[in-house]
């Protein structure tokens, strides 16, 4: 997603898949479809009558309402931040959950983010990728520079650690953001401490 000139779509269910897929074929520019392959397994509704339907590219989706902090994620982030959101919502904290979908520069839905920062004054950004391989850091940046006066805090990152990926499956998913660091990160993202 760093290198220009190339559309970068990251669906996190299989809905969002087959209509980026198809978005995809008919983009004149190079394109690369990351697929996360604990997705797999997932189930998740599509149109029974047609697999012919079209995701807009450059167009995110509020996956979550919230008022609190802003939480922009992609692939299995979606239902990791989903499910670390949930918890905290019991405790009177509303946090909204953005589906990027797109993460190329071009593609970023600044308009969707925006409307979400100006709601929350917060912003958290959440990946498996390591901080200086992600697109977490070029995101801040932008947001910062486009929603600046919006902004109560700084823009809160989680990423992997900075180390080479490891083979082991064990070691693999040790190095991707827990639940307990995502809701941790989220309660010092809102905008209101209790």
Same mark, same amino acid.
């Given at each position: 997603?760093?290198?220009?000139?190339?559309?970068?779509?990251?669906?996190?269910?299989?809905?969002?898949?087959?209509?980026?897929?198809?978005?995809?074929?008919?983009?004149? !520019?190079?394109?690369?479809?990351?697929?996360?392959?604990?997705? $797999?397994?997932?189930?998740? $509704?599509?149109?029974? *009558?047609?697999?012919?339907?079209?995701?807009?590219?450059?167009?995110? /989706?509020?996956?979550?309402?919230? *008022?609190?902090?802003?939480? #922009?994620?992609?692939?299995?982030?979606?239902?990791?931040?989903?499910?670390?959101?949930?918890? #905290?919502?019991?405790?009177? /904290?509303?946090?909204?959950?953005?589906?990027?979908?797109? #993460? *190329? $520069?071009?593609?970023? !839905?600044?308009?969707?983010?925006?409307?979400?920062?100006?709601?929350?004054?917060?912003?958290?950004?959440?990946? +498996?990728?390591? /901080?200086? #391989?992600?697109?977490?850091? /070029?995101?801040?940046?932008?947001? +910062?520079?486009?929603?600046?006066? $919006?902004?109560?805090?700084?823009?809160?990152?989680?990423?992997?650690?900075?180390?080479?990926?490891?083979?082991?499956?064990?070691?693999?998913?040790?190095?991707?953001?827990?639940?307990?660091?995502?809701?941790?990160?989220?309660?010092?993202?809102?905008?209101?401490?209790?």
């Amino acid at each position: 997603a760093q290198h220009a000139g190339w559309r970068i779509l990251a669906p996190s269910n299989a809905f969002d898949y087959v209509g980026l897929f198809n978005t995809a074929i008919r983009l004149t !520019d190079p394109v690369l479809i990351i697929e996360h392959g604990k997705l $797999y397994g997932d189930p998740f $509704y599509v149109p029974a *009558d047609t697999l012919d339907y079209h995701v807009a590219y450059g167009k995110a /989706r509020v996956v979550r309402e919230g *008022d609190r902090l802003t939480v #922009l994620t992609y692939l299995t982030g979606v239902k990791d931040c989903q499910s670390a959101a949930e918890e #905290l919502e019991q405790e009177g /904290r509303g946090i909204e959950i953005i589906d990027l979908r797109t #993460l *190329d $520069y071009m593609g970023m !839905d600044y308009e969707t983010i925006g409307r979400s920062v100006k709601k929350t004054g917060g912003v958290l950004i959440v990946e +498996q990728a390591p /901080r200086s #391989l992600g697109i977490s850091a /070029r995101l801040s940046d932008e947001i +910062q520079e486009r929603f600046y006066d $919006y902004l109560d805090t700084p823009v809160g990152k989680l990423t992997a650690p900075d180390v080479p990926a490891p083979v082991s499956k064990v070691l693999e998913s040790a190095m991707w953001p827990t639940n307990s660091e995502i809701q941790e990160k989220m309660l010092l993202g809102c905008r209101h401490h209790f």
